[in-house]
Structures are given as structure tokens and as C-alpha cells.
């Protein structure tokens, strides 16, 4: 059964471009309403948070990513040990040992390889 994630609800690229306009509005209407200029440093604070998060979102999805493909591996590798058990071949554990040294969770094998 695929492992499928929900995809990210979040399009990074329409919350850049509407940051950015928001950023111009917010301008504009600075130099027009001096007077209020706590609150638009506020608003530009606010505003200023939204490039960071949207690198932490894709920083995360690239992460979750590489996590799950990792995992799938494992999976895959799993299903065929047990395969390899249940054919008789005389290392079935081979595939589960292969996939964890290549994911760095075992030491290199003894002829150097990862």
C-alpha cells in the first residue's frame, strides 16, 4: 500500500507575491498616515516574518521528503527479507542489512562498500 502524504495546502509562491504587495500597500499607506507610524511598524514586523516561515516550509518539505522516501526503502527492503525467507535463499536478511548500511544505520560492510 503507497504511502501518500497529503501535499502541502500552502502555494509558498502566492504568499511571496502577497507578501510582497502586501509590503508595497503597507508602504503607500505609511507615507500617506504618518501618524499612526507605531502600527505600521507593527505591520511591517508581522510581514517581516513571512519570508522565514516560508523557507521553513520548504526546508520541512524537503525534509519530510527525503524521511519518507527513506522509509519506503525500508519498507521495500523489509518485504524483500521476508521474501528471501520465505524462498529459502541462505541470507535473506541481505536486503535489510544492504538498505540500513546505505541509509548509514550500519557500519560500511567488510569490503569497504556504504
Known sequence: MPDTPPHVQVNVQ???????AAREILSSL???MPSIEDLWARL????ADV???LSEISRLSSLLAMV?????NLAAA???TLRADRDGE??????LRDELRAQGHLP????GRS
Open 14 to 20: 502566492e504568499v511571496r507575491t502577497r507578501s510582497l
Open 30 to 32: 505609511s507615507d500617506a
Open 44 to 47: 511591517y514586523a508581522a510581514l
Open 51 to 53: 519570508p522565514q516561515l
Open 68 to 72: 519518507r522516501r527513506d522509509r519506503a
Open 78 to 80: 523489509g518485504r524483500a
Open 90 to 95: 541462505p541470507d535473506p536478511l541481505y536486503y
Open 108 to 111: 560500511p560492510d567488510s569490503w
